[in-house]
């Protein structure tokens, strides 16, 4: 006979409280202790407001300890934004907070209820059974610079997808308005002389043609623009004219291009504000020594090592590694059933946002003389398909992260593919 023992994640004795949250309203159940073999059901909804939140769990601290609990445990699903107001309330009152899997509930409801419907009063029932059982999320609570580090990448990763939408949508109306334009992409969201271009004649071929050439090259060349550029937009525009567009939508389209760079470049300053501020954070906690990773040139810059941060929080919560490929949704998830092996896929059940900044960082490492060349370029030849390889060398990476900041040492490329006793001969041969 085996015996294990297992602990559970969340003290005993906590009332535990669950709470489906509705952008409105919060659905709360809890059971209190049987009198005789039947247990009391609580059930009450909550305004999602301040004020009620704050009195209904002063009620249910009370009840926890009219029936002998040492506090109350506040239980509910992450919903995007939501349930932030009733987790900050409850630990601001000093109860503990935990979360539960939405994936979990939902597949718990159909065990428990014998059919698939959904219903807010119904789902906190299934999340206490599914607390009881122990199947709890840690709330991370994070305050102080990594609270502000994580908001501002979201600002961050929020204006630069806005970002992409703007260049092709200025891409659009370009190739409507000025459809002989041969100059790339650098030049058009780049070059220093875009933005006087921009302004004088607002990228419109029919109003350079119109100004002339000597003028066109003279108020140009006062912003420092180079003959040779000057001379090959005269060409494009020559050649765009001939298209002969109706002089109100040419116009139209003009107002239209000024705009989109206009928000392209506010954009670009809010972006850069947004990167300076989280190197300035990320100073700010290597100094009060809550990182301890540096940024390094060949592994990872200040600004990568800031976003990675920004995602994960202290690397100090992880145990291990896996725990934290787990909280990326990096995982792998195996299928085997007798002889049967499936294929292995990450669980993509995770940070989203951690998982795209990884691809970004390991990018330049995958090069045939970078550090996870080799190794990427190997499992290529194995038949590894391009992305699979890399999301390897993104699992290989994080690990590194993970054990640099709990050693607290200096990053040596040539321990990252060889075991402690495999490097202590070549620490000391060095």
Known sequence: ???????????????????????????????????????HCLEETIPNRNQPIIRALEQFSQLARQHGFEGLCVLCEPTGGYERRLLRLARQAGHFTAYL?????????VVQSNDSTKSDL??????????????????????????????THAYYEEHDRHNVVLRCQIHRVLTQLFCEF???????????????????????????????????YRRMKKHGVRLRT????????????????EPGYSDLLETNLRELFEDFWRCQQRLEAARQQMIGLLHQLQAQGEVKLTARHGLINEFLLARILAETGPLEDFKSWPQLLRYAGMNLCERQSGTMIG?????????????????QVVLPRVRKT????????????????????????????????WGLNRSAQDYAPARVFCSATQFQPLAQAA
Request: proline fraction near 6%.
């Open 182 to 216: 041969t100059f790339k992409k650098d030049f058009l969201f780049e070059s220093p002389a875009l933005p006087h271009l921009v302004r004088e004649f607002g990228l419109n071929p029919y109003r350079i043609v119109a100004t002339g050439q000597a003028a066109f």
């Open 230 to 245: 000057l001379e090959r937009l005269w060409q494009d525009a020559q050649r765009s004219v001939l298209q002969h567009l």
């Open 101 to 109: 899997n939405a994936e979990s509930v939902r597949k718990l409801r």
């Open 370 to 401: 970078d550090l996870y060349g080799p190794y990427y370029h190997g499992k290529k030849a194995n038949g590894m398909v391009g992305q699979k390889a890399m999301m390897a060398v993104a699992r290989k990476f994080l690990k590194l992260l």
């Open 122 to 151: 119904k789902d906190p029932k299934t999340m206490f059974l599914l607390a009881k059982l122990g199947k709890t999320l840690t709330h991370r609570n994070l305050s102080g610079p990594w609270l502000v580090l994580r908001e």
């Open 1 to 39: 006979m085996k015996i294990t023992t297992r602990i559970s994640p969340i003290n005993p004795n906590l009332l535990k409280v669950t709470v489906d949250v509705g952008m409105e309203s919060l659905y709360a159940y809890t059971e209190l202790p049987p009198q005789t073999n039947a247990a």
């Open 343 to 359: 294929r292995r896929r990450i669980s993509k059940k995770g940070r989203t946002l951690l998982r795209k900044v990884m691809g």
